[in-house]
């Protein structure tokens, strides 16, 4: 026997709750990205025990999806963070504050 | 205490320190690093509860893929010291609250679940063959419709990038 699922759902209660803090609580844009990976994670965590609590295979195909969208949504943020950066020569969120005059993208 | 308890506990306690110890460095080279060990660890508890393929999958996408690609841009961009200050003392104070107010209403939420939730897990395993025909025969739309998101995915990043990468050149030129 392992744990009960009530541990499982502590621990990824807990994973996401650092992820948040991660993500609310630091000024720069690629730990806020990192922030996010870490709560998908923890998601995960809580789907690949909720598949071994009830015994079907649902949880760990809702696992596949949240890696894919996990791929997508890094890459096209940390294109946009690129292009901040060559706009703001900073990572720090509070430079992009203001909508300007500048040209669109 | 089984020895599946007895892992169980230890890759908690390695992804939760491992995570901790990531979000709260200055460097973020480091940070990736850390964070890497954190899906290590997720991927040995995967193997764990059940999930051979996924454990693969995550050392596969999420460590080789996406962080890796977090240090291609972590190195790529120079960022100046400056910037990297820690938050205002307010913010602090109301994101500390707020996880602390999330933390209490979780485990006031898993505890009160009653005898149901406390029942251990009985090991079992899903071998991937079995998991892909399901996934194939019964999502195989969800599928479809992942990997046109990737496909969406790759042409926005293909475009952001040539964009940028077009903008700089010209205000090279424009500097000369």
């Known amino acids: 026997m392992i744990v009960p699922y009530s541990h499982v759902l502590l621990l990824s209660a807990l994973l996401f709750v650092v992820g948040m803090l991660c993500a609310v609580g630091r000024r720069n844009l690629i730990m806020i990205l990192l922030g996010l990976e870490v709560m998908l ?30 791929a997508a949504e890094v890459s096209i943020g940390l294109a946009l963070i690129v292009w901040a950066y060559r706009r703001t020569e900073s990572l720090d ?5 203001d909508l300007d005059t500048a040209e669109p993208l | 205490m089984t020895i599946y308890a007895l892992l169980f506990y230890l890759l908690a306690a390695v992804i939760l320190v491992s995570t901790a110890i990531a979000v ?29 393929l996924l454990a693969m999958l995550e050392i596969i996408v999420y460590v080789g893929a996406i962080m890796v690609l977090f240090l291609f841009v972590i190195m790529m961009l120079k960022e100046k010291p400056a910037s990297n200050r820690p938050a205002a003392r307010g913010r602090k104070l109301w994101t500390a609250t707020l996880g602390l107010i999330y933390l209490l209403a979780v485990i006031l939420l898993v505890f009160a679940t009653g005898p149901r939730g406390q029942t251990p897990l009985t090991p079992a395993v899903a071998s991937p063959a079995a998991f892909g025909r399901y996934l194939f025969q019964g999502h195989w739309l969800g599928i479809e419709i992942a990997s046109l998101l990737l496909l969406i995915a790759l042409i926005g990043v293909l475009h952001l990038g040539h964009t940028a990468a077009r903008r700089t050149a010209a205000g090279i030129e424009e500097e000369k």
Request: proline content about 3%; cysteine-free.
């Open chain 1, 41 to 70: 994670n923890a998601g995960a965590i809580a789907f690949v025990g909720a598949a071994l609590r009830w015994q079907q295979i649902e949880g760990q195909t809702v696992v596949i999806f949240v890696l894919a969208i996990a």
């Open chain 1, 93 to 97: 969120p509070e430079r992009l504050q």
């Open chain 2, 24 to 52: 709260t460095r200055r460097n973020l080279v480091h940070a990736a690093i850390f964070l890497v060990a954190s899906f290590f660890a997720s991927a040995l508890l995967f193997y764990l509860l059940g999930a051979p």
